[in-house]
Antibody, heavy 122, light 112 residues
Framework: EVQLMESGGGLVHPGGSLRLSCAASGFSFSTYNMNWVRQSPGKGLEWLSH????????YYADSVKGRFTISRDNAKNSLYLQMNSLSAEDTAIYYC???????????????WGQGTMVTVSS | DIVMTQSPLSLPVTPGEPASISCRSSQSLLHTNGHNYLNWYLQKPGQSPQLLIY???NRASGVPDRFSGSGSGTDFTLEISRVEADDFGIYYCMQVLFVPPTFGPGTKLDIK
């Protein structure tokens, strides 16, 4: 079964950092580009970042550029999101998501993890 | 960024009846290859979104044929021919032609 499992969410103070992980299984992780997407009540679904299957290129939303870093370890079938300088606006469910197809600069999304909750509060 | 809008935002439907959701983009999503770079997703309560339709009108694997996508350029429609109990949730459109990809605000399909 194709599966993505996020971990690493939790409560963090404003200005703090957090590293999210996503464990992939059931497919050839090293051949797929991957994304991070978040969902908050106030802003709905928001795409955050994309990484190529080799890790050679990345894209970021302006809202997280310079604060978040996407990376991957194909040997461990894992995707990561390092989040720094967090604020209350970053409070959301964070999803790991697999690229669908070869259309568009970052493609669509066909597989989503179950999400991990990040709460930024003092 | 490309702004996606949806209407209606809430759609009460009786099971067995049809349903139609509209999505509009602030710029054309028609690629020079003739495909519209617009996807549809359904998020059931307590679950992650699932892909229904890609490139405007292609059903994803395992999606029942009661779901259909149409439209071109800036105006798109998702139609459900006969709504079933498993179809209730929030429907999102997503443009994938431009970076950043952007989502519509969602249309909540619930039981009338």
């Amino acid at each position: 079964e194709v599966q993505l499992m996020e971990s690493g969410g939790g409560l963090v103070h404003p200005g703090g950092s957090l590293r999210l992980s996503c464990a992939a299984s059931g497919f050839s992780f090293s051949t797929y580009n991957m994304n991070w997407v978040r969902q908050s009540p106030g802003k709905g679904l928001e795409w955050l970042s994309h990484i190529s299957y080799t890790g050679d290129y990345t894209y970021y939303a302006d809202s997280v550029k310079g604060r978040f870093t996407i990376s991957r370890d194909n040997a461990k079938n894992s995707l990561y999101l390092q989040m720094n300088s967090l604020s209350a606006e970053d409070t959301a469910i964070y999803y790991c998501a697999r690229r669908h197809g070869n259309y568009g600069p970052v493609g669509g999304i066909d597989i989503w993890g179950q999400g991990t909750m990040v709460t930024v509060s003092s | 960024d490309i702004v996606m809008t949806q209407s209606p935002l809430s759609l009460p439907v009786t099971p067995g009846e049809p349903a139609s959701i509209s999505c509009r983009s602030s710029q054309s999503l028609l690629h020079t290859n003739g495909h519209n770079y617009l996807n549809w997703y359904l998020q059931k309560p307590g679950q992650s979104p699932q892909l229904l339709i890609y490139l405007g009108s292609n059903r994803a694997s395992g999606v029942p044929d009661r779901f259909s996508g149409s439209g071109s350029g800036t105006d798109f429609t998702l139609e459900i021919s006969r709504v079933e109990a498993d179809d209730f949730g929030i429907y999102y459109c997503m443009q994938v032609l431009f970076v950043p990809p952007t989502f519509g605000p969602g249309t909540k399909l619930d039981i009338k």
